[in-house]
């Protein structure tokens, strides 16, 4: 069974922010939610984090709802080079024998 | 910091064949998992490894298998290959155990294994 639910593809006007949404309806209280990205023919790559409080880094913010049942990635000022699949992945702490579990994520593409 | 290192990079084997795939992680980083990448079934985790001992494996057969040399370098070698194994092999480390609350994970750039 799935734990997230993403679109399967979004267009963004490059410049503008992309805002990617995440369903996590089923997250138990000590799972985290990650993003990753990977561009094509390249490694996933580690965008973000959180449990509970929103989040930003240099790449991006987090926000995730009160009830934490689904959260938003936001890139402030999307750019050609955003364009690439993005993986929203719930994860508990402390343990887990699967690694990380990807799904099929959201296809964003940046049009110039 | 250099980052994730794969070798090689590119491969083709026949069916019956085996492979050994190397993945040299990020200076300092003690854990490495293996993770298969396929158009059909995605990425799939494979097994992880910390401090030389297997922690974690996926539902993969024993024709997979892997090691962890003391350096934290680690190795996975696919026997008896089959066309199915055709993929992306993406080795990630991280600087944490998977049981620990924040598990990055550092991608490689994977290498890209083709059976005929």
């Known amino acids: 069974d799935a734990k997230t639910t993403q679109p399967p593809s979004m267009d963004c006007a490059e410049g503008r922010a992309a805002n990617l949404p995440c369903n996590h309806s089923?997250?138990?209280?000590?799972?985290?939610v990650y993003w990753y990205r990977q561009i094509h023919s390249q490694g996933p790559q580690y965008i973000i984090h959180?449990?509970?409080n929103n989040e930003t880094n240099e790449m991006a913010s987090l926000i995730i709802t009160e009830d934490r049942k689904s959260s938003t990635l936001i890139l402030p000022h999307a750019t050609l080079r955003d364009t690439a699949v993005y993986y929203c992945i719930v994860r508990e702490a402390g343990g887990g024998a699967d690694g990380l579990t990807f799904g099929k994520g959201t296809h964003l593409i940046i049009q110039p | 910091k250099a980052g994730v290192t794969q070798t090689p990079r590119y491969l083709i084997k026949t069916r019956g064949q085996q492979v050994t795939l190397s993945c040299s992680p990020i200076s300092g980083h003690r854990s490495v998992s293996w993770y298969q990448q396929t158009p059909g079934q995605g990425l799939q985790f494979l097994f992880e490894y910390f401090s030389e001992t297997q922690r974690n494996k996926g539902n993969f057969p024993g024709r997979f298998s892997g090691r962890q040399f003391s350096n934290s370098r680690s190795e996975m070698n696919v026997s008896t290959l089959e066309l199915g194994d055709s993929a992306l092999y993406l080795c990630?480390?991280?600087?944490?155990?998977?049981?620990?609350?924040?598990?990055?994970?550092?991608f490689g750039p994977g290498t890209r294994l083709t059976v005929t």
């Open positions: 089923t997250i138990s209280g000590n799972e985290y």
């Open positions: 990630a480390s991280s600087p944490l155990g998977q049981s620990t609350p924040n598990y990055e994970q550092y």
């Open positions: 959180g449990l509970k």
